[in-house]
Every structure is written in structure tokens, then in C-alpha cells.
């Protein structure tokens, strides 16, 4: 069974820099992974951020941005506005019979 | 613009069944491969399953295959899960959502629909 590890819990400052991650326990994420990453507020559905590692859809904020970073996929947001407190996904894709695998999230508290 | 909503959510007891609908408009539903995302009560999303563009190939994981179907109907917009033996751990809010052109992520979701199972 493919597993998906984010850090359950991170808090960063207004105006501060915070990377969160994503990791695979087949091994290093690669752009083959396609990452992706989604915001979700309390009581609202998912919202998509970054696809295909570290391309942004039209909506994305600047300050978010996606890369790879020591074998695993990152978001990372520059600039932290109060709005960004959220729990936050990543999704890999791989070959097999259960191609999308969601991580468990991370709760974002901007404090 | 971009429209999903999904429809069919209730109350089902425990071995019965249901179907969720997501009616699509504001693009090319034909072209594009959609999505079914599930969250449990306070927990994370799960990836449910995926149907391709033309309706042609699915895939599921593996907590509900065999147990449930996902197809679209390109003619009518909508994108359909049959859900059938359900258990009280399928109760959630099961999302809808659309791929993007170049396959593999998302950019379009739904505002959920709850199933809950339980006697």
C-alpha cells in the first residue's frame, strides 16, 4: 500500500516564508508524480493550487509555488497572508491499479 | 464559467445503494477525464475514482472497487458513481472533480455532495 507523507501540522508568521511537503514511500517524487497541491478551508470544497509539480492555474496567489525539493514534492508560500490558514493536500500519481494517491494533509496556522 | 454540482447525496443504510450525480457545463465535457474525491467527517481526502474523456476506461482504489461504478455521459454533461454494498465507512462528502487539459491533476471541483451510512 502506497503511502503519502505531509507534515500534519506547520505555523508560520504573517509576512513569513513556510515550505510543506510531500513524500512517497516508493521512493524520491519526480515530476513523473505529477504533484499536484490543494487548499481547503473549513466547510468549503478543495481548491487546486498548483498541478504537474509547479505549474499554477490561473487563480493561484503569487506566493505560492510548487517544486521538488531532496526527493520530495514542496509548496512553498512566500509572503503569508492571515487567509492562507488552511489544511492543505498533496496527490502523486503512479502506474498501477490505484493511480492517485492523496497525502493525509497538512493544517497550515498562521499565528 | 466552470460548473460542478453534484447531486444525490442522502441517508442509505448499511448493504443498500445510491448514485451521485455531477452535472457539468462551462466546457467540453466530452474532452475532458473526471474525478470522484471522498472525505470522511474531520479526516483527509481520498482519491475514489476516475473515468476517462470518452467514458472508456476507469479506474478505482481499492477501498470501493468492486463495490462501486463511475461513468459519464457525455451527451447529457454528467458524471454519475454508483454506489452499491455500502458500509458505514463510506459516509462522506464525495466531491467531483474535472482533470486538466494535459491530464493528471485537477483544476475544478465540486461543492460535494454527503452520503451517510447508517442504520
Known amino acids: 500500500q502506497t503511502v503519502v507523507t505531509q507534515e500534519p501540522s506547520l505555523t508560520v508568521s504573517p509576512g513569513g516564508t513556510v515550505t510543506l511537503t510531500c513524500a512517497s514511500s516508493?521512493?524520491?517524487?519526480?515530476?513523473?508524480?505529477?504533484p499536484n497541491w490543494f487548499q481547503q478551508k473549513p466547510g468549503q470544497a478543495p481548491r487546486s493550487l498548483i498541478y504537474?509539480?509547479?505549474n499554477k492555474h490561473s487563480w493561484t496567489p503569487a506566493r505560492f509555488s510548487g517544486s521538488l525539493l531532496g526527493g520530495k514534492a514542496a509548496l512553498t508560500l512566500s509572503g503569508v497572508q492571515p487567509e492562507d490558514e488552511a489544511d492543505y493536500y498533496c496527490?502523486?500519481?503512479?502506474?498501477?491499479?490505484?493511480?492517485?494517491?492523496f497525502g493525509g494533509g497538512t493544517k497550515l496556522t498562521v499565528l | 464559467q466552470v460548473q460542478l454540482v453534484e447531486s444525490g447525496g442522502g441517508v442509505v443504510q448499511p448493504g443498500g445503494s445510491l448514485t451521485l450525480s455531477c452535472a457539468a457545463s462551462?466546457?467540453?465535457?466530452?474532452?475532458?477525464?473526471m474525478h470522484w474525491v471522498r472525505q470522511a467527517p474531520g479526516k483527509g481526502l481520498e482519491w475514489v475514482a476516475f473515468?476517462?474523456?470518452?467514458?472508456?476506461?476507469?479506474h478505482y482504489a481499492d477501498s470501493v472497487r468492486g463495490r462501486f461504478t463511475t461513468s459519464k455521459d457525455n451527451s447529457k454533461n454528467t458524471l454519475y458513481l454508483q454506489m452499491s454494498s455500502l458500509r458505514a465507512e463510506d459516509t462522506a462528502v464525495y466531491y467531483c472533480?474535472?482533470?486538466?487539459?494535459?491530464?493528471?491533476?485537477?483544476?475544478?471541483w465540486g461543492q460535494g455532495a454527503l452520503v451517510t451510512v447508517s442504520s
Open positions: 462551462g466546457f467540453t465535457f466530452s474532452s475532458f477525464a
Open positions: 472533480a474535472k482533470e486538466v487539459s494535459s491530464g493528471y491533476s485537477y483544476d475544478y
Open positions: 496527490l502523486l500519481w503512479y502506474r498501477g491499479a490505484q493511480p492517485w494517491v
Open positions: 516508493t521512493g524520491p517524487v519526480t515530476s513523473g508524480y505529477y
Open positions: 473515468v476517462r474523456y470518452d467514458g472508456g476506461n476507469q
Open positions: 504537474n509539480t509547479n
